[in-house]
């Protein structure tokens, strides 16, 4: 089984300028979501999405950050301008919809964003 | 607000030490606590507790979560340089009349294996 695919895998730009991040769960995954992680510290929840409708996005910064998933399955994070702290991993997971008794998370191998 | 804090925050034994990770919460609307390794990549799954005092064990690895008193720990005996990691722990959180939920991570405890 196809694990969640996400590019590109690093990305070096200077402040102000913008960057992408692409995701595509594992299949027949209708819950995503976009973490991002912060070099020592634990993974914090930017956006959920439960098929292309957000069910969370309640600490995503909006007047920089945005993500899309029209149709479901491929997921976009955009930054944009990027700032200093925004340096981090950027995390996409998947999951399987449902209760929490199939709660696992299965993560990407992450999106790696330097600003400089 | 939701918090989700581990103990210690780094730590570092020797090759056959066994170790005590820990993990307390608070949060609302509790439904499970989950334990993630995360080497130089994405984090990886290994444990999934939802009910109190029922140990997980996966080889050297078990878990158990006391929902009374809000925490879980991780025990790993027998330790190897292989076990070295970022050991992440989450609560997922049931969201409003939904089973979507949601996972609110820890901030990690940093585990070094020295031969």
Known sequence: EAGVAQSPRYKIIEKRQSVAFWCNPISGHATLYWYQQILGQGPK???????????DDSQLPKD???????????????IQPAK???SAVYLCASRISGGWNTGELFFGEGSRLTVL | EDKVVQSPLSLVVHEGDTVTLNCSYEVTNF?????YKQE??????????????????????SSILDKKELFSILNITATQTGDSAVYLCAVGLYAGGTSYGKLTFGQGTILTVHP
């Open chain 2, 31 to 35: 439904r499970s606590l989950l334990w």
């Open chain 1, 64 to 78: 920089r950050f945005s993500a899309e998933r029209l149709k479901g399955v491929d997921s976009t994070l955009k």
């Open chain 1, 45 to 55: 929840l930017l956006i959920q999405f439960q098929n292309n409708g957000v069910v």
């Open chain 1, 84 to 86: 200093l702290e925004d």
């Open chain 2, 40 to 61: 130089k990549k994405a984090p990886t799954f290994l444990f999934m507790l939802t009910s109190s005092g029922i140990e997980k064990k996966s080889g050297r690895l």
